[in-house]
């Protein structure tokens, strides 16, 4: 008898990894509701997948995930370092376009410390978020690595990627709501006022849609019964 794939425990991991593997049309449904893709768009997941025990990839491991061969303008070595950011979700649509997916199940994940990368990647990690920063927000004064630092080092791959190299990729912070073991939100609405938090302590505009980066809403009721609790305890 096969194994069965052990879900992450709890969390945005957890109700991702259940989701891909039992819930895709929900999937589908929030992101063409967020713009993310167009009606009868369809969404061919790279990761998190049980059949690869849910790996996550960072760096050019994800661009090869999604069968981007290779950058054809700038490469990832010229703007970020070595282990950057790792996504929590990949996928490529039926569409051609590439989905580079952040999730998150309550409000305190948004707010971690600055990058304790060495100084020669900090350097190079600074540079790279003040360029994005230039782009998405040019009246902004905010150093981006002192404050919500996961959010911004996000917005400057996604930069990197639809911007410089010109390839169709969308981002997407996936937010769950009534995810009770995380105590989160309990409503979009409570993710929306605390994306918009962000927008203005870092001088984003209200909507970064023109640029492909969307938010996404999935309430965990919908995913809860579809696998049984499991003992395993992972991030």
């Known amino acids: 008898m096969p194994k069965l794939p052990q879900f992450a425990t709890a969390g945005s991991q957890r109700w991702l990894q259940i989701a891909v593997a039992h819930a895709p049309a929900l999937l589908e449904e929030a992101f063409c509701e967020a713009g993310t893709i167009a009606p009868g768009e369809t969404l061919g997941w790279c990761s998190p997948l ?138 979009p609405a409570q993710w929306q006022g605390a994306t918009r938090l962000i927008h203005a302590f870092l001088g984003l505009p209200e909507s970064l849609e023109a640029h492909g980066v969307h938010h996404a809403f999935v309430d965990v009721r919908q995913l809860e019964g579809l696998v049984p609790p499991q003992p395993t305890v992972t991030t």
């Open 50 to 187: 049980a059949a690869t025990q849910f790996t996550e990839y960072r760096d050019e491991r994800a661009f090869e995930a999604l069968g981007i061969a290779e950058l054809p303008i700038r490469q990832l070595s010229d703007f970020w370092p070595r282990r950057g950011p790792v996504w929590d979700g990949l996928a490529l649509t039926n569409h051609d376009n590439f989905i580079f997916v952040e999730a998150k199940a309550h409000i305190p994940e948004v707010l971690s410390p600055p990058t304790q990368a060495g100084e020669a990647a900090r350097k190079m990690i600074l540079a790279a978020l003040e360029e994005a920063r230039r782009f998405y927000a040019p009246r902004s004064a905010k150093v981006w690595d002192e404050h919500f630092y996961p959010y911004c080092n996000r917005l400057a791959l996604h930069y990197f990627l639809s911007e410089i190299n010109q390839l169709p990729c969308r981002l997407v912070f996936l937010d769950f709501y009534n995810a009770r073991e995380m105590n989160g939100p309990i409503s």
